[in-house]
């Protein structure tokens, strides 16, 4: 199943939701930053939760979600546009950490992902194209990302959220499904349409244990709304980086000459590697060259 976020509306429109499966998506980003089990999963959920939020914009508007906590994976961090075209990196993709018991499956690992982000602070910046972005900025709850995101909702948006966001990793290091729900509730739904979502969530199955056994995101938002859901749209979702050679080029320009000639000639190059997608670029001596005349003639 290719990658997807379902936007839908229920409750006489009291109620929005949005469902996804990722798993290319966590599987592109594990594999392009080598991360371990844990990281896959810190990353992913990260990477999830933007690919939903992305999709709650408009036009050209982009989100940035980063996780700053105080644990050894360090910074997250995911940027994502109104197209659930996504990006994103860890600051240490490398760590290990005891797994949790209870795994879901004989051959899977309960990922301490808490442990692996820490203390700190989740931070929402939406670029909406006004004069300034808007950043909201909440503690981390308790840093497995879902419930920070929960939050984050209540706190700085006001909005009463419900998610669940699930990367599954086999202890070969294996990303095998990866996905998330967000349901929203809007001023107005009856008491009773809210007992039924809380006793469906009470009993509801770990997201990716249903990706696993082959349902898909309108098959999760059914098991959970009560009533008709009117499924609006559907987003594929991709990894996108909007890298470039020419972007870097304009990165060492800023530099200034003086800057640029030292590299010249201390290094005799310079390689250039892209946070978010691992993308190398080449500067050789000619390449430094032909950017310091052009920043000695700016």
Do not use: W
Request: proline share 4%; hydrophobic share 40%.
């Amino acid at each position: 199943m290719s990658d997807y976020i379902v936007r839908a509306t229920a409750l006489e429109g009291k109620l929005r939701a949005f469902a996804c499966t990722t798993t290319e998506l966590v599987r592109e980003l594990s594999n392009r930053h080598g991360c371990l089990a844990l990281a896959s999963a810190a990353l992913g959920r990260t990477a999830t939760m933007g690919a939903m939020m992305g999709v709650m914009l408009k036009g050209e508007e982009t989100v940035t979600i980063q996780v700053r906590g105080d644990g050894p994976l360090g910074k997250i961090i995911v940027s994502a546009d109104a197209d659930a075209k996504v990006r994103g990196y860890i600051e240490n993709p490398l760590v290990e950490l005891p797994p949790r018991e209870g795994g879901a499956y004989e051959d899977v690992q309960k990922l301490d992902v808490g442990r692996g982000v820490g203390e700190g602070f989740l931070l929402v910046t939406k670029d909406l194209g006004m004069k300034e972005p808007y950043t909201g900025s909440v503690p981390l709850h308790n840093g497995e990302i879902a419930e920070d995101f929960v939050y984050y909702y209540a706190q700085s948006e006001q909005t009463p959220t419900a998610l669940a966001l699930g990367v599954l990793v086999d202890k070969g290091q294996s990303v095998k499904a990866a996905g998330g729900f967000v349901i929203q509730l809007l001023p107005g739904v009856a008491d009773e349409d809210i007992t039924y979502i809380e006793e469906q969530l009470s009993k509801f199955p770990h997201i990716t244990q249903l990706l696993v056994n082959g349902a898909t995101p309108e098959d999760i938002l059914q098991r959970l709304i009560p009533g008709e859901i009117n499924f609006l749209e559907t987003y594929p979702v991709s990894f996108t980086c909007d890298c470039s050679r020419d972007r870097f080029e304009r990165g060492l320009l800023s530099l200034g000459a003086a800057e640029i000639l030292s590299i010249l000639e201390e290094d005799k190059g310079a390689e250039l590697v892209c946070h978010f997608c691992n993308e190398k670029y080449q500067f050789d001596e000619e390449d430094l060259q032909e950017l310091l005349q052009q920043a000695e003639t700016r």
